[in-house]
Nanobody, 129 residues
Framework: QVQLVESGGGLVQPGGSLRLSCATS????????IGWFRQSPGKEREGVSY?????????????FYVDSVKGRFTISRDNAKNTVYLQMNSLKPEDTGVYYC?????????????????WGPGTQVTVSS
């Protein structure tokens, strides 16, 4: 059974950093893409970043970021720990929201945010002074 659990959220001042973790179980990270999404109050859930599954065992996944987080957020994966991370630097108040991770069986061939699922319960990120 595919399961994902997010952690690492909290309250941080503008300009600060947080690292979110997405602990996964029930499947191999080699074959799934993992994406990070967020939902701000009054808004729909939106994709933030994803990392694809591996194409060949020697290669890592491809990464994608929406424009609003490029240069500030970094997604990475530790297959040994079955965990995907989202390092968030230079945080802004507009980054506030509940952050979720999701899995997409398209793996290496992921090309958009449309097929992610198996959501975890989410972790709250609040950026405020």
């Amino acid at each position: 059974q595919v399961q994902l659990v997010e952690s690492g959220g909290g309250l941080v001042q503008p300009g600060g950093s947080l690292r979110l973790s997405c602990a996964t179980s029930g499947f191999s990270l080699d074959y799934y893409a993992i994406g990070w999404f967020r939902q701000s109050p009054g808004k729909e859930r939106e994709g933030v970043s994803y990392i694809s599954g591996k194409y060949i065992s020697e290669t890592d996944g491809n990464t994608f970021y929406v424009d609003s987080v490029k240069g500030r957020f970094t997604i990475s994966r530790d297959n040994a720990k079955n965990t995907v991370y989202l390092q968030m630097n230079s945080l802004k108040p507009e980054d506030t929201g509940v952050y979720y991770c999701g899995a997409d069986p398209r793996g290496y061939h992921v090309s958009d945010f449309g097929a992610f699922g198996a959501w975890g319960p989410g972790t709250q990120v609040t950026v405020s002074s």
